[in-house]
């Protein structure tokens, strides 16, 4: 490794700088560079930072890696500085030895790779120093000189910037492009041009890849083979350093893309290169070159207290010490350590030590230490370390291959902890009149009073561990208070602390109210009501009503500002009876139930209901039949008629409903007509919580008789001595025997045939009314019984009067 240290004309200018302006951050004062490079392309500098250089050849051309060095400048004519950052000729490198398999001495440019350089961690504003890109061969007839061109052509995260760090004599250099300064080459690897010297990529840089090109041109005359170049490469990298005194540890970081303090802002972050203007002398750094110091992370010189991290004046034992530091760290984690030597004893120690992890894309990190008992007040110093790997955080100095140190001179002032109240904490509200008070953290023998204004509430004397505890001596009353503690030490110093501020409650919050259905099959139903705003709200479950029955706490939730409040059961609440009572607790403690709430749950449907009257396949005599069935105990059963059978029948047409007896059974009569022919009928049994199941359909055959027009009255006239007979449907209706045509029956064989007049219903009873009578539910069944009995009577009546009322010798044989 190579690391460099500014030389004492540029640090004196920078300091004096820093000076005028108040702080500066300081440019970097030392680089890293690799000691060896491996076989396989790789080098691993102290901080543990990789560099990787391959090369990928193409098509025509040969390229043969080795570890290699840096070419001294050929010829003579060698400037001040060949390579920047303190690396010389002889100094590790990369190497790859390029051939052209066709060469082509026509001054052509032909592309002969890529050359692609990756870094383990992202990395700011890297060197790249370079040699063997030109070279000459001379024979006999003559020279023939060949020279290479590199062009950045991609980088991550983004692609680098070009800048000349040395003089580049005979070559030109733009943002993207190193070349020879000549258009047709004649002038490539000739005496006072360079091969090489050193590139800063600027900005952040993890992989940069560069289209490598070469040509090859023949001097006048000449016949001589060309040279094949022998390309090295190797690379430094800017170290941040500490600049505490020797005895605390030196630190060094790798420069990346991970800042803290005010180099956070990227407006604010120090220039750690001086690219101006087109030479290459003023293109170098004032840090070029200065004498590599040991193989050690280095020490750099105080610039200063960074003015974006603000450190305490004051800091009291046993108490926190906190403060908040400006942090970049882009969208991957990092860590943050920090390091006080509180009491002065010339060395940050472990105990000393405290750090916090910051998630992607933070702005700012607080660290937070306990001030220790041996604190001592005076000049000391603190340190901060960020980086991606917190294994290179645990020590106070040594390596890491990213981010930042800021080493700051402290004036601290230490001295005895203001008394603070522990118990309760600030903002905390009471049911208890007369609380507990408890502090910490006291001088042991002092006395503490507690004030409420100007009233002293209680004393205590500070016990040898540093607490206090007392309780006030007089209730509180309702409402808010401040209670202050005011310390007396032994020799008469007042220390007063910051009040705290609670307020005390004994008004019970109003009571909660439970908003429920009586039935649900959804056991996870949401529970709601309203209360006091602010209050917590609390569901108890009593399963099955039983007063010894332990509840148990369904859900809790916090009464919004409009007094609602809503929460689901954490656990699923099994079927079956549940009395819900809501209990709520204000910020005191204070509690009030509720009225208690019943609950059944039952997610099992009914079950399915049968439908037995009338039974399949039956023909159906009447436009509204009786129907009957079985459901389940206190299920609500409605019978539905259709056209056809499942759900894709036409529209169903609901018939009657009726909730099924406790054995079971369950009867309606419809109060719709069915229409004629096949009808299909369904019984649909629904719970109490609204869950439905139907049972099969039903098939029957409907012929209902159609209703005759209503005949005009007539008067009655006399039939026969035969009786009418009881017709054998259940209604019991009375028929009359059929007659012939004109109202004569057919006589006997040997017997005279007698005129008998037809059969007639009396004056204002219709066959109608007779057919509607037949078909009347069975609670109108008395009606027509009697009817049917009073009409028998009348006929026979009517018979006798016509056959006993001739007298003697009306009848004839």
Same mark, same amino acid.
Request: hydrophobic share 40%.
């Given at each position: 490794m190579r690391r460099q240290v500014p030389r004492t004309a540029a640090a004196v200018a920078a300091l004096a700088?820093?000076?005028?302006?108040?702080w500066n951050p300081p440019p970097s004062a030392a680089q890293q560079s690799p000691d060896a490079w491996t076989g396989g392309h790789r080098a691993v500098m102290p901080s543990g930072l990789s560099v990787q250089l391959d090369f990928a050849a193409s098509s025509g051309f040969g390229a043969a890696a080795e570890p290699g060095d840096l070419a001294d400048r050929a010829g003579g004519g060698r400037a001040a500085a060949l390579y920047a950052d303190g690396v010389h000729p002889g100094d590790p490198a990369q190497a790859f030895r390029i051939s052209d398999e066709r060469p082509r001495a026509d001054g052509s440019w032909r592309t002969a790779g890529t050359l692609r350089l990756s870094f383990s961690r992202p990395v700011r504003n890297p060197r790249l120093h370079v040699s063997g890109l030109a070279a000459v061969a001379t024979g006999r007839t003559g020279a023939t000189g060949t020279a290479a061109r590199l062009t950045l052509t991609g980088g991550t995260p983004s692609v680098p910037a070009l800048v000349n760090r040395t003089e580049w004599p005979g070559w030109k250099t733009d943002a993207t492009t190193l070349a020879p300064a000549g258009a047709d080459g004649t002038t490539d690897g000739s005496g006072g041009a360079a091969a090489e010297g050193s590139l800063e990529l600027t900005g952040t840089v993890r992989t940069a890849v560069f289209r490598v090109e070469q040509r090859t041109t023949a001097r006048a005359g000449t016949t001589t083979a060309p040279p094949a170049l022998r390309q090295?490469?190797? +690379?430094?990298?800017?170290?941040?350093?500490?600049?505490?005194? $020797?005895?605390?540890?030196?630190?060094?970081?790798?420069?990346?893309?991970?800042?803290?303090?005010?180099?956070?802002?990227?407006?604010?972050?120090?220039?750690?290169? +001086?690219?101006?203007?087109?030479s290459g002398a003023d293109r170098r750094s004032v840090w070029a070159n200065p004498v590599p110091p040991a193989r050690q992370p280095g020490r750099g010189e105080y610039q200063g207290a960074d003015p974006s991290i603000g450190y305490p004046a004051e800091a009291a034992i046993g108490r926190s010490y906190r403060i908040t530091v400006p942090v970049a760290v882009g969208d991957? @984690?990092?860590?943050?350590?920090?390091?006080?030597?509180?009491?002065?004893?010339?060395?940050?120690?472990? !105990?000393?030590?405290?750090?916090?992890?910051?998630?992607?894309?933070?702005?700012?990190?607080?660290?937070?230490?306990?001030? @220790?008992?041996?604190?001592?007040?005076?000049e000391t110093w603190a340190r901060l370390r960020i980086a991606r790997n917190p294994a290179q955080l645990i020590a106070s100095g040594g390596f890491a291959d990213s981010?930042?140190?800021?080493?700051?001179?402290?004036?601290?002032?230490?001295?005895?902890?203001?008394?603070?109240?522990?118990?309760?904490?600030?903002?905390?509200?009471?049911?208890?009149?007369?609380? $507990?008070?408890?502090?910490?953290?006291a001088v042991a023998g002092a006395s503490v009073e507690v004030r409420d204004g100007d009233a002293?509430?209680?004393?205590?004397?500070?016990?040898?561990?540093?607490?206090?505890?007392?309780?006030?001596?007089? !209730?509180?009353?309702?409402?808010?208070?401040?209670?202050t503690p005011v310390e007396t030490t032994g020799g008469g110093v007042v220390l007063r602390g910051e009040a705290v501020r609670i307020t005390v409650k004994t008004a019970p919050p109003a009571a909660p109210v439970l908003t429920l259905p009586e039935y649900t099959d959804d056991p996870g139903v949401r529970l709601s009501g309203t209360g006091e705003a602010g209050s917590t709200v609390s569901v108890a479950d009593q399963p099955g009503g039983a007063r010894d029955a332990?509840?148990?706490?369904?859900?809790?939730?916090?009464?919004?500002?409009?007094?609602?409040?809503?929460?689901?059961?954490?656990?699923?609440?099994?079927?079956?009876?549940?009395?819900?009572?809501?209990?709520?607790?204000?910020?005191?403690?204070?509690?009030?139930?509720?009225?208690?709430?019943?609950?059944?749950?039952?997610?099992?449907?009914?079950?399915?209901?049968v439908l037995t009257a009338p039974a399949a396949g039956q023909t159906v005599r009447t436009a509204r039949p009786r129907l009957a069935g079985r459901a389940e105990p206190g299920a609500r059963v409605l019978v539905t008629a259709a056209s056809g059978p499942g @759900?894709? !029948?036409?529209?169903?047409?609901?018939?009657?409903?009726?909730?099924?007896?406790?054995?079971?059974?369950?009867?309606?009569?419809?109060?719709?007509?069915?229409t004629d022919g096949e009808q299909w009928l369904t019984a649909r049994a629904n719970d109490l919580t609204g869950s439905a199941t139907a049972g099969d359909a039903v098939r029957v055959c409907v012929a209902a008789a159609p209703a005759p027009a209503a005949a005009a009255p007539s008067v009655p006239v006399p039939t026969n001595s035969v009786p009418p007979s009881r017709a054998g449907g259940p209604s019991g209706a009375v028929v009359a025997p059929p007659l012939p045509a004109g109202g004569v029956t057919a006589p006997a064989e040997g017997v005279r045939a007698q005129a008998v007049p037809p059969t007639t219903s009396p004056v204002g009873v219709s066959a109608e009314s007779s057919h509607a009578a037949a078909e009347r539910p069975e609670a109108e069944g008395w009606r027509s019984g009697?009817?049917?009995?009073?009409?028998l009577l009348a006929a026979v009546g009517l018979i006798t009067r016509r056959v006993f009322g001739r007298g003697p010798g009306a009848r004839r044989r």
């Open positions: 700088t820093g000076l005028i302006i108040g090295a490469y190797t +690379v430094t990298v800017d170290e941040d350093l500490g600049t505490a005194p $020797q005895g605390y540890g030196n630190a060094s970081h790798v420069i990346s893309d991970l800042f803290l303090g005010a180099d956070a802002d990227p407006a604010h972050r120090g220039v750690r290169s +001086v690219a101006v203007g087109r991957q @984690p990092a860590t943050l350590a920090g390091w006080i030597d509180f009491d002065r004893n010339g060395r940050f120690d472990p !105990a000393e030590r405290v750090q916090t992890e910051i998630p992607p894309g933070a702005g700012t990190a607080t660290l937070e230490w306990t001030v @220790p008992p041996g604190a001592a007040s005076g981010g930042q140190v800021s080493d700051q001179r402290l004036k601290l002032t230490v001295g005895a902890a203001r008394p603070e109240i522990a118990e309760p904490v600030d903002g905390t509200v009471l049911a208890d009149v007369r609380p $507990q008070i408890r502090g910490e953290g002293v509430l209680c004393r205590a004397q500070v016990e040898r561990s540093g607490d206090w505890s007392c309780r006030p001596d007089r !209730a509180l009353a309702a409402g808010p208070h401040g209670l332990a509840a148990g706490e369904v859900c809790s939730t916090t009464v919004r500002a409009d007094g609602e409040w809503s929460c689901l059961p954490v656990e699923n609440l099994p079927d079956g009876h549940h009395q819900l009572t809501p209990v709520a607790v204000d910020a005191a403690g204070n509690r009030t139930s509720g009225k208690a709430v019943v609950l059944v749950v039952d997610t099992v449907p009914p079950d399915k209901p @759900p894709a !029948a036409a529209e169903r047409t609901v018939l009657c409903g009726a909730t099924a007896a406790f054995d079971g059974s369950w009867t309606c009569t419809g109060n719709r007509d069915l009697l009817a049917g009995g009073l009409l």
